[in-house]
Structure formats: structure tokens, C-alpha cells
């Protein structure tokens, strides 16, 4: 297996594009892509696209060809990933699968999602359909549900206050701040998460990542001619993934997720690296809670501790370890296909010291964390910085 | 404008949700309910009667009645020819309805001015009434109101109580809230119906307008922007440049609801009550789908002796006022039958 490079990478602005459809979003965040690798659209040896449901929110379908068409790039391979929310993740694997294996050389993963088009319930609905269809939604689940399910358990069992989770949102804001690319540019306080509307008790309108539209691209090159594109080339140091049963029910635990911590590991394993040399991560936080539990698959904090370390401000940025530099899902904004590749995008721009505003200082190794549905795909990836 | 009112609270009773939250979020406390026996005709008619005694001018003289809304009783069949024989105006004038949603009215005035400049017509009738939908449970439910309102353009100096100094429009094809044909009550797009549309529309109109005329919001004593909510034509305001002090007088949606093709004219003639000669007013409309009409006009010495003609605007919001329950509305709205 060939070491693969992270040779350029391209992001949308993030939140309700009115004036953009789903194919100028492909085409603005891959044009700024193909642009950062100094790359021609005619090198370009495959396309792997991440999007959830496209057909459901717009009707579209067959995307990866589309992206090939509106980025020119001929009659390559172009095919179509689907996870969930952790599609866009998914995708980068895919890609860096062909990378490594030697099938491909220069590969282009994408994610997109159009989402504003339609309205919360019918968005709602759609997303829904990464959950179980006949034990969980036909039942009356939502995701705002199942995520509600776990936060009280964690609440429950670790003594997690509603409180603690705002601190989640709080510090993603505050991150997306300084973040042009992101959805919100709006400082909140504790107070303004905890009197938002109710969504699914206890989780209120300000724990919960809003529906976004956008698009988010990464040109991988073999590491051995990486150089060629880009200063900077960002190694990926592991690329894995596990998945859990559909049904929150048939889980061994409703506070962690199994999938997030086997792909995590192994992951760890395959970079030879451990959490405490993570200098950045971005992590799945489609709920406040889900940024809780991640910590805590991720090894970042022990079981049950890393909700009182977010609220400390053990994570923030230059913290401990930083999390959610871009902002995460919930001050970025979450347009689900692409939100895996974008973390990744994230990671690459702080591991080349490009963080505009929200740099870490001396990030070398960094960490992407998607997760979808409520659990059953795990995404993780690790990233260096190759001096 | 009816005398019946229903309170946001009662609205939000029925549908379980939080009446504090849509008052502080909307700007909206109440709003008008039709009589059973109103319709944007009857609004019309009754506009247009206090309009002829406000002007004080003979009504077979109305050479031109355009009546603009999006809630007509008749799909086909004209509410303006009926306005026209109320009104004794017909039959030898020009009668027509005009739709764009919220501003159809301000078109009517539009073309009632182009015709009187012209010397088509000496005198012309712009209304805008609507007995306005929202689907039950639908967010517009707590807005959507009833109210009209006309204006008699002429220009006969001595008669004039404010004159156009300029207008203009501006127009897309933006898709924010629409009613098909046979659809009992309208769609819309949710937020979108907010920045691409009305913000985008306003905005843009209204800079033309004083990119046109030279004018500085400074300038202007008074300023009525289209109100679906409370809370829009105070952002609006704020990012052109004008004072909540400006568009206090025209801003009625908190008290009353948005009554569609009414809403800008209404804010207008509750200003006109208030302003003095040699003052500057400033009227931007907003129609889905999506346009916007901006004024710039000017209050003319006339308007001091005809003040109290008719009954100011304040007084028919305020007094008089019969609170109905939520069941009543619905039958009020033809929502419910027997």
C-alpha cells in the first residue's frame, strides 16, 4: 500500500445558499480545489462523491457524475458514496483506498448537500432515514430523538447537565466565529442554548447543528509525488471504519459509540500514534451531546469526564487538545455529504498553519471524526503534517 | 379595517404553542378578523367611499379604478367593477383588479399616476384590500389580517395633499410564497421568504429610488416599509438608514396583522395623518414573488383642512375593538362550515 497525500483541498461557504444549486456548489468547491493542488482537471484520474439524499431534498441523484461533468473532468470513474452523515468520510476513504492500492493516482473526493430547498419537517424526515425506517421512524423517532435518548441516559449515568452540553455549543460558535466558510457568525452564551426552543427534551434548538447547504472537495495524490503539487502535502497516517447495528435499541450502550471507538484504534494503531498526540480534531457534533461522547470514544478524556473538560475549556482552541476549529456542525454548519470531507479540509488548512484567525499553534497531527445516523458508520481519520 | 381582533395568545392556545416566543419573535399582538359578511370587496368599497369624502370630489369624475388583491371573492368577475357602481363612478371609467401579492395596490397607484400624467383620466382610484389566508397552523396564521385601503390620484394643485415626487420598481422571479389556482390557502418558502425575498426587494427598490431622486433617508420625516411581521420593517429600516422614529407612525402589523395589499397604504395614510406640509415620506411595498414599489412623496399644504374629513387611521385600530376566539375566527375566515 502507497502513502497517500491530501494535495488540495476547496470548501463552500457554508449556510442557506439561495442563490446556488447543487451543481455550483460542486463546482465552487472543487474549482477551489483542483486551484489549491495547482492541478488540471485533465489529471484527474477518478471522482468519489459523498452525499446522503439528494434525491430527497432535490431530486437529484447519480451525483458523482455530475461533479465529474460540472468540473470537467472527462470520462472518468466517478461513483456515488453513500452513508449517511458520514458519506463525505466515507468518500475520502474510498479515495484514498484507490490511492493507496496503486489503481488511481490523482483522485478527487467530494461531498455536497442541498438542503434549504425544502422545509425542516420534510429535511427532518429525510435525514430520518439514516436511523432504523421501521423500529425507530415509523415509530415517531427523529434524530433530534435519538440523540435526546442518549444525552438523558448520559446524563443519567455520568451526571452530564444540560449546561455542560451548552458549553459544547458556546465554544463551536465562538470557533465558527472566526471561520469565513461557516454558517453562523454569532456568539452565543450559555443562557441563550439553554432558553432556545425545545426540540426533543433535552436537547433545545441551540444543541442541535442546523441545516445547511454546501459543498467541500480534497485532491489525494501518492505521497511520493505529492510534492510536485504542493508544498505542504498532508500525509493521511490512517483511514478507518466500522459500523454498529442501525437500531439505537440493539446497541451495547446508549453513551458511547462502539463504532466510533473500534475505528478510532485502529486508527491510532495504523498512525502509531495515541490520542494525546492529537493537536486538533474535528468531531461529529450533529448534537452537543455527540461532541460529549466523542471525547470520550476518541480517548481524548476518560468515560464520563469530558463533559466537565469542555465546559473548563480544556478544548478550545489551543486547549488541551482543540476541538472543532471550523466550528464543528453546529457553528459551521452541517450539510451532511459534505461535512466529513470538510472536517478533513479543516485539519489540512491547520496542519499547514492556514487557519485563518483560528490557527492552533504547531498543529503536526490532527483528527477527523464522522459519524452516521445515530451511530451505525464510524469514520476517522489521522492526518500529519510531513516535514 | 374590521373591528374584530384576534390576540396571538388565543392562536397559540390551540396549537400548543409558545405565545411569548411568536410576540417577541414576530413583533405581532393581534390582528384583524373579517365580520362574517366581509370580503375584500366590502373593504374595498367601504376604502373607497372614505377615500371620495377625504378628496371631497365628485366620484363620476374617477376615471380609472384599479382594486389589487390577492384574496378576491370572485376567481373571475372583477372586484373593481363593483367598487366602480358602489361608489357611483361607472360607468363610462376603466376598472380593472391587479394581483401581486402584497403589492398589488402600490401597482394601482402606479398606473392611476402614469394615467392622470398622461391627461388620460383626471382623477383615478388605487386600492389595496385583502381578507388574507393562512392554512390552519401555519406560522402566516398569526399575521395573515384583514384591511384596506385607496388613494384618489390627481393633480389638481390645490387639491393635492402629497405629491409623487418619484417612483420605481423592482422586480425578480423569486419564488417565496405563491397560491395556486383551486388552492384554498397559500404556500411559502419558510426563511426563504425573508433575505432573497422580501429583505432583497425592499432594499433594492428603495436605493434606486433615493439613487434616483438624490435623497438621503435624513431627508425623509416619515418612512412605511411592507410589514408581513413586526419585526421586518424594523431590520429593513435599520439597514437603509432609517430611525425607528421614521416608520413608527406607518408600522400597524404589531396591532393589527398584515393586511397584504393593505399593508403599505395603510402605514402610508396612518402617516399622512400625522405628517405636515413641506415633510418627505418614503413608502417601499413588497410583493412575492417578488417585487417592490418604492415612493418618494412630498405632503402638500391641502392636507391641513382635509385632516379630519374622515376618521383617522389610529382611531379605527384602536377603538371599537371586538375580540373573537379562535373558533369564531374560523368561521369568520370560511375555514369551518356548517
Redesign the interface.
Given at each position: 500500500m502507497r502513502d497517500v497525500a491530501i494535495i488540495g483541498v476547496g470548501l463552500t461557504k457554508f449556510g442557506e445558499r439561495w442563490e446556488s444549486g447543487i451543481k455550483e456548489l460542486m463546482a465552487e468547491a472543487g474549482l477551489a480545489a483542483l486551484e489549491d493542488a495547482n492541478i488540471s482537471s485533465k489529471d484527474i484520474d477518478a471522482i468519489y462523491g459523498g452525499s446522503m439524499t439528494p434525491g430527497r431534498f432535490i431530486g437529484q441523484e447519480h451525483v458523482a457524475a455530475l461533479m465529474a461533468d460540472q468540473l470537467g473532468l472527462g470520462n472518468i470513474p466517478a461513483t456515488r458514496v453513500e452513508n449517511a452523515c458520514a458519506s463525505g468520510g466515507t468518500a475520502l476513504r474510498q479515495g484514498y483506498m484507490a490511492v493507496a492500492s496503486g489503481l488511481h493516482d490523482i483522485v478527487v473526493v467530494g461531498g455536497v448537500e442541498k438542503m434549504t430547498d425544502v422545509s425542516t419537517g420534510e429535511a427532518t424526515t429525510a435525514l430520518g432515514g439514516a436511523g432504523d425506517q421501521e423500529w425507530e421512524l415509523f415509530q415517531g423517532l427523529t434524530f433530534p430523538g435519538l440523540y435526546a435518548l442518549m444525552a438523558r441516559r448520559h446524563m443519567h449515568e455520568y451526571g452530564t447537565t444540560e449546561e455542560q452540553m451548552a458549553a459544547v455549543a458556546v465554544k463551536n460558535h465562538e470557533n465558527a466565529y472566526h471561520n469565513k466558510y461557516a454558517q453562523f457568525h454569532r456568539r452565543i452564551t450559555i443562557d441563550d442554548v439553554l432558553n432556545s426552543k425545545m426540540v426533543a427534551d433535552p436537547l433545545k434548538l441551540l444543541d442541535c447543528s442546523p441545516i445547511t447547504d454546501g459543498a467541500a472537495a480534497i485532491v489525494l495524490a501518492p505521497m511520493d509525488v505529492a510534492k510536485k503539487y504542493n508544498d505542504t502535502p498532508i500525509l493521511i497516517a490512517a483511514s478507518e471504519q466500522a459500523s454498529d447495528t442501525l437500531r439505537l435499541a440493539d446497541r451495547e450502550s446508549l453513551t458511547s459509540i462502539k463504532a466510533a471507538r473500534i475505528a478510532s484504534q485502529k486508527a491510532y494503531e495504523h498512525a502509531k500514534v495515541t490520542p494525546k498526540d492529537i493537536d486538533v480534531a474535528e468531531v461529529h457534533d450533529c448534537f452537543t451531546i455527540a461532541e460529549i461522547i466523542a471525547m470520550e470514544d476518541l480517548g481524548f478524556f476518560k468515560k464520563g469526564e469530558a463533559a466537565k473538560a469542555i465546559e473548563e475549556g480544556r478544548t478550545a482552541i489551543n486547549g488541551d487538545i482543540s476541538v472543532n476549529t471550523s466550528g464543528g456542525l453546529k457553528g459551521c454548519g452541517h450539510p451532511v455529504g459534505a461535512t466529513g470531507i470538510k472536517q478533513a479540509v479543516e485539519i489540512t488548512w491547520q496542519l499547514r498553519g492556514e487557519a485563518e484567525g483560528r490557527q492552533v499553534a504547531g498543529a503536526e497531527i490532527g483528527l477527523t471524526h464522522n459519524v452516521g445516523g445515530s451511530g451505525a458508520t464510524a469514520v476517522v481519520h489521522i492526518l500529519k503534517r510531513v516535514n | 379595517m374590521p373591528k374584530y381582533r384576534i390576540k396571538v395568545e388565543e392562536i397559540a392556545r390551540v396549537w400548543g404553542e409558545?405565545a411569548e416566543?411568536i410576540k417577541s419573535g414576530l413583533n405581532i399582538f393581534e390582528k384583524s378578523v373579517p365580520g362574517i359578511d366581509e370580503d375584500s370587496a366590502t373593504i374595498a368599497v367601504e376604502a373607497a367611499r372614505r377615500a371620495i369624502k377625504h378628496a371631497g370630489i365628485d366620484a363620476s369624475k374617477i376615471g380609472a379604478i384599479y382594486v389589487g388583491s390577492e384574496s378576491p371573492p370572485y376567481a373571475v368577475k372583477p372586484t373593481a367593477s363593483i367598487v366602480a357602481e358602489a361608489i357611483d363612478a361607472s360607468p363610462y371609467a376603466m376598472a380593472s383588479d391587479l394581483e401581486f401579492a402584497c403589492k398589488a395596490g402600490t401597482d394601482g397607484m402606479q398606473i392611476i399616476a402614469a394615467e392622470v400624467l398622461s391627461g388620460m383620466i383626471e382623477y383615478g382610484m388605487a386600492i389595496g384590500s385583502d381578507t388574507s389566508q393562512g392554512r390552519p397552523g401555519d406560522a402566516l396564521e398569526y399575521t395573515a389580517s384583514a384591511g384596506g385601503a385607496a388613494f384618489i390620484i390627481g393633480k389638481e394643485k390645490k387639491e393635492v395633499i402629497a405629491e409623487i415626487i418619484k417612483t420605481v420598481s423592482y422586480v425578480t422571479d423569486t419564488p417565496d410564497f405563491w397560491r395556486r389556482e383551486g388552492a384554498r390557502y397559500p404556500s411559502h418558502g419558510?426563511?426563504?421568504t425573508g433575505?432573497?425575498a422580501y429583505f432583497k426587494h425592499i432594499i433594492n427598490a428603495t436605493q434606486k429610488l433615493l439613487e434616483e431622486t438624490g435623497l438621503k433617508p435624513s431627508d425623509f420625516a416619515y418612512a412605511v416599509f411592507h410589514q408581513p411581521n413586526g419585526k421586518f420593517p424594523m431590520q429593513v429600516a435599520k439597514q437603509l438608514g432609517f430611525t425607528e422614529e421614521q416608520i413608527k407612525h406607518g408600522l400597524l402589523t404589531p396591532r393589527i396583522g398584515n393586511t397584504y395589499s393593505g399593508a403599505s397604504m395603510l402605514g402610508l395614510a396612518a402617516t399622512l395623518d400625522v405628517a405636515k406640509p413641506g415633510e418627505k415620506i418614503l413608502v417601499t411595498s413588497f410583493g412575492s414573488g417578488a417585487g417592490s414599489d418604492s415612493f418618494a412623496l412630498e405632503v402638500k399644504e391641502p392636507i391641513e383642512e382635509k385632516r379630519y374629513a374622515i376618521e383617522a387611521v389610529e382611531k379605527m385600530i384602536s377603538e371599537g375593538k371586538i375580540y373573537v376566539d379562535y373558533a369564531t375566527y374560523l368561521r369568520n375566515r370560511g375555514s369551518i362550515e356548517r
Open positions: - | 409558545d416566543s419558510g426563511r426563504f433575505e432573497p
